[in-house]
């Protein structure tokens, strides 16, 4: 039931554009996207419902394809403070148990 | 209180003895969540209360893990006879709780690094 991130990891120089992808093999409720800065616990970004909806935090927005259970992040002109690892944590119908994916890493270098 | 705190921040133990970690949960907040975190690696879901009651202990690794809640507030959670590869950082998260969307996003604390020699 974990779902899956890609890419791994994804190296940036600052202003560039990235997309990270989190897709389950289940029907998803909703799904989270979290980012954690190293030595530092996850920090909660945003969630997203199902019903395609999209959302903005800064110049960081997802969308949530509930036909794929499929959702994408897009940081857009990165920024050096981006930098660290996001996870997306999917839940479903009726449970409030959050799994993770394994984590994609982003690095942005000036 | 105003975050999740946990306690020991950092814990060496040897091989065979147990540990208890403690966490301390958002007042208010009736969910309370445990993860393992391995170097470099991902969020590993261990167990979540709701209230007092733990609906869901499917992912504690062995029958050496255990955890309980009380007064709807503090958890521990327990190792027994750790092993090597129980080390890791364990994070404790907590949230509003019930089934109302968004009522599971999580406040996480800055975590106990477990460090079994």
């Known amino acids: 039931q974990q779902p899956v991130q890609s890419p791994q990891a994804v190296i940036l120089r600052e202003g560039e554009d990235a997309v990270i992808n989190c897709s389950s093999s289940?029907?998803?409720?909703?799904v989270h996207w979290y980012r954690q800065k190293h030595g530092e616990a996850p920090v909660f970004l945003m969630i997203?419902?199902?019903?395609?909806e999209q959302k903005g935090h800064e110049k960081i927005s997802a969308s949530f394809n509930e036909k794929k259970q499929q959702s994408s992040l897009y940081l857009t002109a990165s920024q050096l403070s981006y930098s660290g690892t996001y996870f997306c944590g999917t839940d479903f119908q009726g449970a409030q148990k959050l799994v993770f994916g394994q984590g994609t890493r982003l690095t942005i270098n000036p | 209180g105003a975050g999740v705190s946990q306690s020991p921040s950092n814990k060496v133990t040897e091989k065979g003895k147990d540990v208890e970690l403690r966490c301390d949960p958002i007042?208010?907040?009736?969910?309370l969540y445990w993860y393992r975190q391995r170097l470099g690696q991902g969020l590993e879901f261990l167990i979540y209360f709701q209230g007092n009651s733990a609906p869901d202990k499917s992912g504690l690794p062995s029958d050496r893990f255990s955890a309980e809640r009380t007064g709807e507030s503090v958890s521990t959670l327990t190792i027994q006879r750790t092993q090597q590869e129980d080390s890791a950082v364990y994070l404790c998260?907590?949230?509003?709780?019930?089934?109302?969307?968004?009522?599971?996003?999580?406040?996480f604390g800055a975590g106990s690094r477990l460090t079994v020699l």
């Open positions: 289940k029907a998803l409720y909703s």
């Open positions: 998260a907590s949230s509003l709780g019930g089934l109302r969307p968004g009522a599971n996003v999580l406040t």
């Open positions: 007042s208010g907040h009736t969910a």
């Open positions: 997203l419902l199902k019903g395609g």
